[in-house]
């Protein structure tokens, strides 16, 4: 991290901290930016901890975040610990991704001790696995011929399956990298999928691959196919708590 989003970050920290006072207990970094892999223009993203959801004081809120998001801020996470304890069964896949990859900037961490259960995990990345595979198949038929529109839904797939394969390698049992196309390669190799086809769609949100209207319907062809096979896994899945 250079200094600029340093310093940045730590005006940040300080400007919440006088705005919370004592009713905050922790602020945290995660996203892109707590993995390594954020990239200019890309959002920077917290998540605080209060210690009570005081509504009366977020139209004041809303205004520092107006400000933070011109210094390249997304919309904090502002949440009780309450709310994070009864919601990992809910959110399981995004909150073992704050898990894996967050950093403390105030308080204690929360997430350190955080117990997401396996169970809780297979059942999101199966539903996020066929949610995915309908709206693809869906827009493999409305977008037949549109090159734009392929392009940009292969490539807000890309999170999605990131996200699916994080949690298909914490419930066997192995470490999850940091960059998301080792990620994917491990993912790919645990299932048994074609890894090309994963790695063309992270060159496609990465803008680093241009795809003309044959090459995307093929990705999307391909893709599909991949999906298909990731489905039956997860449905097959047994877990061992």
């Given at each position: ?50 210690k ?27 949440m ?15 909150f ?36 995915k ?26 999170p ?13 049992g ?10 994917m ?11 090309s086809?994963?790695?063309e769609l ?5 803008e ?20 298909d ?13």
């Amino acid at each position: 991290m250079d200094d600029k989003l340093a310093a940045n970050l730590d005006s940040a920290v300080e400007l919440w901290k006088q705005f919370w006072g004592d009713e905050l207990e922790s602020i945290h970094l995660y996203g892109s930016l707590a993995r390594g892999d954020w990239s200019k223009g890309s959002d920077i993203n917290l998540v605080m901890f209060v210690k009570n959801n005081d509504y009366s004081r977020w139209s004041e809120a809303a205004g520092i975040i107006r400000r933070k998001m011109k210094k390249g801020f997304g919309i904090p996470l502002m949440m009780t610990r309450r709310y994070l304890e009864s919601s990992l069964d809910v959110y399981p896949i995004e909150f073992l991704d704050m898990k894996l990859f967050h950093k403390t900037l105030y308080g204690d961490d929360p997430f350190e001790s955080l117990n997401v259960e396996l169970r809780h995990l297979r059942l999101q990345a199966e539903r996020e696995i066929k949610g995915k595979w309908v709206a693809m198949r869906q827009a493999a038929l409305e977008l037949s011929g549109n090159t734009s529109g392929t392009r940009d839904l292969l490539a807000r797939s890309v999170p999605t399956w990131n996200a699916v394969f994080q949690a298909l390698l914490v419930i066997d049992g192995q470490e999850v990298p940091a960059d998301k196309q080792q990620v994917m390669q491990a993912g790919c190799k645990l299932v048994g999928l074609d890894a090309s086809v994963f790695e063309e769609l992270l060159m496609v949100r990465n803008e680093s691959k241009n795809i003309n209207r044959n090459a995307a319907s093929s990705l999307l062809t391909r893709a599909l196919e991949q999906v298909d096979k990731l489905a039956i896994y997860a449905d097959k899945l047994s877990v061992n708590e």
